[in-house]
């Protein structure tokens, strides 16, 4: 069965201070897709970044960047320089190559940028 | 460009009234439609999906429904409203297929059951 874990439940970091948010999963399939989305304030989530389980390569966008391992089932998330707008809650998610339906999130980290 | 809208975006109902949350994609034809609640402080859970018109397949047996009375439009109910059906809805679609896509969310809507 698929299974998202997010260990931490808050953080709190001072802006410009680089943040990493932890995200392990679960799955038996051999093919599968990760994503991480971000909930602000407003309650609508926005997505991120997808990543199917073929390609390890790690990716940068500006201040994010993701690091995905399959030797330790791991999708981890780094916010570079964080600063305020970076507050919201961020959810990592998987999708196993059956029907996409399937989405199973994790409970979500809370992530709170002091100025 | 694809838009998906939710209304109303807050609701506050008594317990045993009806609720309609409508949720509507524009941009796109033949979307993947779903529908998740998300509880106060915890993650999103899965309540019903839609690969077409009055095609609904329901994740978690509870009080509410949902229907799909055109492409775009997707709709959850519940005759007889109940504390525990408080919460965040979030309406999603993804684009047409029986692959894995990525789920694009609306605003929400939130749910105060008194």
Known sequence: ?115 | SQTIHQWPATLVQPVGSPLSLECTVEGTSNPNLYWYRQAAGRGLQLLFYSIGIDQISSEVPQNLSASRPQDRQFILSSKKLLLSDSGFYLCAWSPPGLGVETQYFGPGTRLLVL
Not at chain 1, 79 to 103: H, K, M, P, R
């Open chain 1, 1 to 115: 069965a698929q299974k998202v874990t997010q260990a931490q439940t808050e953080i709190s970091v001072v802006e410009k201070e680089d943040v990493t948010l932890d995200c392990v999963y679960e799955t038996r399939d051999t093919t599968y897709y990760l994503f991480w989305y971000k909930q602000p304030p407003s309650g609508e989530l926005v997505f991120l970044i997808r990543r199917n389980s073929f390609d390890e390569q790690n990716e940068i966008s500006g201040r994010y960047s993701w690091n995905f391992q399959k030797s330790t089932s791991s999708f981890n998330f780094t916010i570079t320089a964080s600063q305020v707008v970076d507050s919201a809650v961020y959810f990592c998610a998987l999708s196993e190559n059956n029907y996409g339906q399937n989405f199973v999130f994790g409970p979500g980290t809370r992530l709170s940028v002091l100025p």
